[in-house]
């Protein structure tokens, strides 16, 4: 686990092997706790019991090692990004017409197909990198480093967002809202945005805090309902979506409200330059102050999560709601204020949307999917923060690179969103990659050596 | 509200008394709430005009003639009769007794007469082609919510619906366009919601995975999926690939001719009979077969089903499987039941739709059945409002089912307790 969890002592949860309630399978509960067990007897064990030789020797150093990377969870996201990929490229390739077209005559020349197949292949995932990282067809540097620019400009999004999820998901909530949410703090973002003519900066800050409240009070409403009447904030926030969408539709096509005067088309009029986040590289990136935000959002939650009394109460009702209440925390009101927090997250998103992304007005589509990528990114993450905000530039780039594979390839974007979902459903069933792998099971291993163990016992 | 009963135990949670108050107020406020509704419609609005109902198309044998009414005559009217309900089961309620179901039906009747006599007034409203959209619409809405009493009487909660209507709605396309065979689409449609299901299955019960991620990102998995081959693969070879045949509607010979219900209910095609078949084999499985009695123990005590020799997980397994074949089976509406082509994400939410059906039903057939057709009318009404050019914006009836299911978990409408072990997984011990 990437999370920095220091050991506190005495505290309750440090024993606890992560907090990671929302897709910790429980076969799996932590590998590090296995081994240490697994010492912790052996030791114990060791000088009681003549050691048969070659049945208990203890594993060399390097095995050891060997063997917590390869049950580690770490392993299990390279590796499910990489079978994901390769499930791309598949789709790619079969799809292909030259591949198609090479496939006629397989068996005639079957070095044909190969070779389309990977052209097909590295064709577009070159153009993925170069579209999300360096681009190598530019002269000078400054071009070429532009779509790392604008992987970060997708990622912040993601980023701001995910930490959203990832924060309800450690209070053992499902933020699936997320496109609500957005809609209704860049609407709010949005019209203090291009209604009102404030100073620069002071205009900035007020629609970005209004817009946190925006998402933050939407969000609220599930929680709130979560706490006093127990609905289940999944249904709740999937149909506050719907409500936030159709709200905002409205809105945008009455006049008066958000609609651009003189105009008849559901969008909004241009952003108020006061209010637009400055760009932090030059006009000639699109990458704005909105991704310093992100890193800050970071930050925040990190040390709301690991350092205050609020996220420990937090992960407490995350990992056992029961015990949390039974040590006197005041678990409904927790459950109100992760979703206004979680809230105030994906609204950040939205806003760096209308404020950064999209400033010449917007659309009801400007949450752009990325509500439900915030999900998928705070999966791969794991929940924790430093691993939401890697996982949102590994989106991030795959989003700038689909926009370029499609325009040089003419690989649909949506590849994207298989690669995405299929990342997200093999690291949440590390059972399944480490079969595919042919890894070994963590636990599988101590199954293996409680038996000359119990033999031993057994014999005194 | 019994106070003696405070002072006898120490309350922690003061809402935990709200459970012993016998009479709930819940249906009087509602009451007031919409003749309220129709007090400002009626003052603050006043429409002019006289609202015509028609209830049958030239070409039917036996015609029923237009109902007109002057329309803010009946609105006010329907105020009335609105308000002495109201006061009537207001009167009901202090007297300890409950409101009638008869009375709710009742109230919602009227408050709907007035409601459509003031936004049609001045225009006509095409009574039958209303019910059969709301019916048509309601299709893809039931299947999907069949699929979802199913899975969460089994005690796996599928979120995945979507999914599920989208890849049959795919396959169908895809199949059907190949062999120029409807019910080949049929079945391919089956099979591929069958496939989502599997995986949904396979992911919460192998792997303990937690469903409703696995549903989030099923949902997301076949978007890309369908998207990607329509966009690669369908929308270049179009004519062969995606041009479905429909299925033509069937008019049924006897029940067919009956005035209203025939034109709404018996001229369709044959997805909206397989449909009435549904809803009714899975009420009587569910709760009068031993099929159903499984389903059921599984999902409200799983420990208790293992005593007595049910194998919990591939029960539950075979059954998200069905479930996702009957979901599938609803996705065909969106093609071959309409002849339209695929198109990339083209259920728009009628997965979502279906769950809250599921919820607002109280897991129920039947129910859910229900608030899917009331769905189905509330959508299918905004389309025919905007047509004679409606009073209400259109979003705000398309956001109806949304609000009405929040209304409904939250416990403000009716009580909504799902299965037990719904959503948890079952780890054998």
Known sequence: ?????PPKGDAPGANEPDADVAIEEPAAASPEGGTATDDVRATASGPGIPA??????PPSKWQTMLRQIATGNAIISVLAVVLALLVGAIMIAFTDERVQAASGYFFARPGDTLLAIWESVAGAYSALFQGSVYNFRRDDFLAGIRPLTETLTFATPLIAGGLGVALAFRVGMFNIGGRGQMLIAASVAGWIGFGFDLPWGIHMIVALIGGLVGGALWAGIAGLLKARTGAHEVIVTIMLNYVAFYLVSWMLRTPGLLQAPGSSNPKTPAMNPNAVFPDLLGPQFNLHFGFILAILATIVVWWILSRSSLGFKFRAVGINPNAARVAGINVKGMYFYAMLISGALLGLAGVSQVLGTVTTGFTAGIDAGIGFDAITVALLGRSTPWGTFAAGILFGAFKAGGFSMQAAEGVPI??????????????????????????????????????????????? | MSRTVEHHRVAPQPDALATTVVTSWKAPIAFAIFTLIALALAVFAPRPGETTYRWSRETDAIQVPDLTVPAMQAL????????????????????KRRVPLWLIVVFALLFMFGFLTWAGAGSSLPMIGLLFGSLSLAVPLIYGSLAGVIGERAGVVNIAIEAQLLSGAFTAAVVASITGQPWLGLIAAMVAGMLVGMVLAAFAIKYFVDQVIVGVVLNVLVVGLTSFFFSQVLAPNAAALNT?????????????????????????????????????LVYIGLFHTRWGLRVRAVGEHPQAADTVGIRVNSTRFWNVALAGAIAGLGGTFFTIGSGIAFNKEMTAGAGFIALAAVIFGQWDPIKATLAALLFGFASNLQNTLSVIGSPVPSEFMLMLPYVVTIFAVAGLVGKSRAPAADGKPYIKS
């Open chain 2, 244 to 280: 479905p045949p429909r299925f033509d509607r069937l008019h049924i010979p006897v029940l067919g001719d009956i005035p209203i219900i025939g034109p709404v209910f018996f001229r369709q095609t044959i997805i909206v009979y397989l449909m009435y078949i549904a809803v009714a």
């Open chain 1, 1 to 5: 686990m990437s999370d920095p969890q």
């Open chain 1, 52 to 57: 048969e030789p070659g049945e208990v020797q």
């Open chain 1, 414 to 460: 949506e590849i994207v969103l298989v690669v995405q979902s299929l990342i997200v459903l093999f690291i949440a069933a590390p059972p399944l990659v480490r079969t595919i792998f042919g890894l070994p099971q963590p636990g599988s291993k101590p199954k293996r050596s409680r038996k000359p163990d119990t033999k031993g016992v057994k014999a005194k």
């Open chain 2, 76 to 95: 006010w009217a329907v105020v009335a009769l609105l308000a002495v309900s109201t006061l009537y089961s207001v009167l009901l309620v202090r007297s």
